[in-house]
């Protein structure tokens, strides 16, 4: 079962615009992962964020995890064409090494 | 290095065929796993191996899908007497073990099934 909801599901800006994206989950954790899927195929890993972390930054990308509220943003300032993809997040259970993928953000960037 | 590299890229069979998916992880990556998205959706868990360590299977759908790998490497989901609902893109990744929760999954490119 999918632990991880993606909100939105689908984002469109304009290149230059920051996308936020933001990730429910349900059960107690160990890591929250960001992942990024161009065209339906392999996913490609963005940044892992541990339980006992608030915020973490990687290049353009910014994650925050907020425990008690049990949810997660993704932040992509300045965006370009190239960062159009779908974007999950993905939980591990406290009791499990499995990953519950999301729905997605169907992320559009206009050029 | 390599990454993670399924094959084939894609498949498309008759309804009531069975059909084998391979994966070949990365060298040294001891947890692997095999995921199923449908068109617009999230990745659904189907299992996982670790080590040697008997395998996650509670994600398989039926007992028409299982899933072995051998000597600790490659791997092959096999769906037995396909249905049309199991048309979908499988995704393999494979990941080291560490204490502390799940690490970074390499993915594979995903062969994408088609059942007529």
């Known amino acids: 079962s999918q632990q991880g909801e993606e909100d939105p599901q689908a984002l469109s800006i304009q290149e230059g615009e920051n996308a936020t994206m933001n990730c429910s989950y349900k059960t107690s954790i160990n890591n929250l992962q960001w992942y990024r899927q161009n065209s339906g195929r392999g996913l490609v890993h963005l940044i892992l964020?541990?339980?006992?972390?608030r915020e973490k930054h990687s290049g353009r990308l910014r994650v925050t995890l907020d425990t008690s509220k049990k949810s997660s943003s993704l932040l992509i300032t300045a965006s370009r064409a190239a960062d159009t993809a779908s974007y999950f997040c993905a939980t591990d259970d406290a009791n499990d090494y499995k990953l519950s993928f999301g729905a997605g953000t169907t992320v559009t960037v206009r050029a | 290095g390599a990454g993670v590299s399924q094959s084939p890229s894609n498949k498309v069979t008759e309804k009531g065929k069975d059909v084998e998916l391979r994966c070949d992880p990365i060298s040294g990556h001891t947890a692997l796993y095999w995921y199923r998205q449908s068109l617009g959706q999230g990745l659904e868990f189907l299992i996982y191996f670790q080590g040697n360590s008997a395998p996650d299977k509670s994600g398989l759908p039926s007992d028409r899908f299982s899933a072995e790998r051998t000597g600790g490497s490659v791997s092959t989901l096999t769906i037995q007497r396909t249905q049309q609902e199991d048309s979908a893109v499988y995704l393999c990744a494979s990941s080291l073990h560490r204490s502390g929760g799940a690490t970074e999954q390499f993915f594979g490119p995903g062969t994408r099934l088609t059942v007529l």
């Open positions: 964020i541990r339980s006992n972390e």
